[in-house]
């Protein structure tokens, strides 16, 4: 079994940052990709970012795309995701999710069967 555990969420003032993690714990894979997903009020969960573990290769929404990072630290097998600059439309639940096999497309929220609880984001305008 997999636990993803995020944390770093909270009440922020537009134009600010936020650094969320995500560790992980459990069952290990040889190559998995990790990525951050968010769901706003009233909305379906999107994808913001991926990370290949191995490579740390990434990929970005556009909207997020020169504002958020995401990377990992392998010793503490932990994913981060450093949010700048931001917006009150960033405001959501952000969860982050292990893909174990790197299947399919990485943008996908289905393609990832291992997910944490989610930590909720509110950028104030």
């Known amino acids: 079994q997999v636990q993803l555990v995020e944390s770093g969420g909270g009440l922020v003032q537009a134009g600010g940052s936020l650094r969320l993690s995500c560790t992980i714990s459990g069952r290990t894979f040889s190559s998995y990709a990790m990525g951050w997903f968010r769901q706003a009020p009233g909305k379906e969960r999107t994808f913001v970012a991926y990370i290949i573990w191995s490579s740390g290769m990434t990929y970005y929404e556009e909207s997020v795309k020169g504002r958020f990072t995401i990377s990992r630290d392998t010793a503490e097998n932990t994913v981060y995701l450093q949010m700048n600059s931001l917006k009150p439309e960033d405001t959501a639940v952000y969860s982050c999710?292990?893909?174990?096999?790197?299947?399919?497309?990485?943008?996908?929220?289905?393609?990832?069967?291992?997910w944490g609880q989610g930590t909720q984001v509110t950028v104030s305008s």
């Open positions: 999710a292990a893909n174990p096999n790197l299947s399919g497309n990485l943008r996908i929220k289905f393609r990832y069967p291992y």
